[in-house]
């Protein structure tokens, strides 16, 4: 991971521990259950968020230096490993 | 809320905390950002699967009775609700 | 479904139908995979515009006189089906 | 696109053609919303898969080739191609 992407990810994971915690307190409270679900669906947001983050990082990092070295077997993974990746996306 | 969902869906919170500290832990480590991008994944997998929770119970809860009662804008308010929460769910 | 949602519909399949032949066509001619792909995504999205009419639409006229009528079975039963029609479009 | 993908695509959107018709039949004899809807839903699981078909193909071919050549420049642009088609999967 970039030098200025790992805090920006941390920053964003303490957010997402807090959020997760939310809901807990609010299921606690018997709060209602349509909140319940729309703070959960908030959080899967973020999630996917971070995800794009690290997945953006990836592309600018691993894959780039692996599509400019030599080794062919290198390439060919990396780009196997993206499209496992995706797939786990949809 | 259910009584007996309402410990499987703390439980299931207790679990994904727990996940989400691992990746911040991973992060930190430098681990390969594929395997952090993966962990990112089960964690929202695991979201989605508590969302479902939370969404079944409130149909077989508050929509359920809402549908029996003679209170005909509440039903509509429960409806509309519902496909608001499966909008964002898309 | 309402009048005007009718002819309004039909004409998106119009639409569809020929962007499904142009599809057909590019492969015959052995157009570039990536813009083949392209298109049937643009498909793709096409239809679920159509999708999202003929569901506002439906909510409009057939869940909302079944929400306003006494019948408490029917109801249930067009809610039941949102539901899983909702399921479908994940 | 391979030789035998071909055919197997073609075979695959004149099916999908059909569909698309049947759908506007629905609409034309006033069938019932839900119907419609599933329908479409249907047609949307084809289009997908047929997706899914012309991208393996095209990663087989197209992607293989570029990542075994020692054009650093169309190895990369074909990466950037696969990351925006899978961007519009989701």
């Known amino acids: 991971m970039k030098k200025d992407t790992k805090p920006k990810a941390l920053k964003r994971l303490a957010r997402i521990e807090g959020q997760v915690r939310g809901v807990a307190k609010m299921i606690e409270e018997d709060r209602y259950c349509v909140d ?46 993206l499209v496992q990746i995706f797939g786990g996306r949809m």
């Open 36 to 81: 319940v679900v729309r703070q959960i669906q908030a959080v899967r947001a973020a999630l996917s968020g971070l995800e794009k983050l690290a997945l953006d990082d990836h592309l600018e990092t691993c894959v780039d230096a692996a599509l400019s070295s030599d080794d062919v077997s290198n390439r060919k993974e990396k780009v196997e490993e």
